[in-house]
């Protein structure tokens, strides 16, 4: 395998799994707004209903301004 394949099957890889801990996250955050009053489940289920792509993209853009 060359090089450039096995660098880009390394970051493929690493790209995978960041967005598995991410959906796991999200998964554990959605059962605990379920875990809430009726009345507030609404709520939590808006906050924590960001997709991955975009937090990915706010978070390139906070690490490229430090």
């Known amino acids: 395998m060359s090089k450039y394949a096995t660098v ?3 970051l493929a890889l690493a790209a995978c799994s960041n967005k598995a801990v ?4 999200q998964n554990d ?3 605990r707004c379920d875990q809430e009053p009726i009345s507030t489940q609404a709520e939590c289920r ?3 209903s960001r997709d991955y792509e975009d ?3 706010e978070r390139q ?3 490229e301004a430090e």
């Open 29 to 31: 955050q959605r059962w």
């Open 8 to 10: 880009f099957l390394v």
């Open 46 to 48: 808006e906050r924590v």
């Open 61 to 63: 853009e906070i690490l």
């Open 22 to 25: 991410y959906d796991n996250v």
């Open 55 to 57: 937090y990915e993209r």
